[in-house]
């Protein structure tokens, strides 16, 4: 079945470092890629999303690029702060009309001053 | 101006009790879900509703039942609470049709003594 998978955390990370979050799925079809983002003690927030093979979906300063060949969508960002403490989830949805989101298992990202 | 608002936000009850959790959004969507997010963090979908329709029913014991009087509600009823039941119960709202992005609630602590 349709399935994505992620790197286990916690990520730990210091101010300013270099972010990568790993994700890769399995999906009959073509899949829309996203990666929401979970506050402590709040919902999920869309983060951003890619539709199609090799775009790059970004916000934030977060990037991912959807990666056909690996079925990749790995999150990156160049510079991280404080406040991007958060679990991260990658998700798909195949493209049949009714958004069944398959979320991998989250990654905790821990920034410390 | 809250998007997806749930209540209660808490809910703690004993084994064989039945309780409802509400939803409801003020965002105009036509489609609305119930998540639910174990211990681990992991989230699955449950129920997917469009225009009050219920369009997916992944592998829920009977003893959950979603409603949606109307296109802005969608609430979840449990009967006979069992342990395992214990999670975190996400609602969320999306436009109809592929790639729109969903927005979730801060979701329901559900705790079962």
């Known amino acids: 079945g349709d399935s994505v998978t992620q790197m286990e955390g916690p990520v730990t990370l210091s101010e300013e470092a270099f972010l990568t979050i790993n994700c890769t799925y399995t999906a009959t079809g073509y899949p829309s890629l996203f990666w929401y983002v979970q506050y402590p003690g709040e919902g999920l927030q869309l983060l951003l999303k890619?539709?199609?093979?090799?775009d790059k979906g970004s916000n934030k300063g977060f990037e991912a690029t959807y990666r056909k060949e690996t079925t990749s969508f790995h999150l990156e960002k160049g510079s991280v702060q404080v406040s991007d403490s958060a679990v991260y989830f990658c998700?798909?949805?195949?493209?049949?009309?009714?958004?069944?989101?398959?979320f991998g298992t989250g990654t905790r990202l821990l920034v410390s001053p | 101006d809250t998007a997806v608002s749930q209540t209660p936000k808490y809910l703690v009850t004993q084994m064989g009790n039945d309780k409802s959790i509400k939803c409801e959004q003020n965002?105009?969507?036509?489609?609305m879900y119930w998540y639910k997010q174990d211990s681990k963090k992991f989230l699955k979908i449950m129920f997917s509703?469009?225009?009050?329709?219920?369009?997916i029913n992944e592998t829920v014991p009977n003893r959950f039942s979603p409603k949606s009087p109307d296109k802005a509600h969608l609430n979840l009823h449990i009967n006979s609470l069992e342990l395992g039941d214990s999670a975190v119960y996400f609602c969320a709202s999306s436009q109809a049709g592929d790639n729109q992005p969903q927005h979730f609630g801060d979701g329901t602590r559900l705790s079962i003594l």
């Open positions: 998700a798909l949805t195949l493209n049949t009309g009714f958004q069944k989101l398959v």
């Open positions: 509703y469009n225009n009050k329709e219920l369009i």
């Open positions: 965002l105009g969507h036509d489609t």
């Open positions: 890619a539709t199609k093979a090799d």
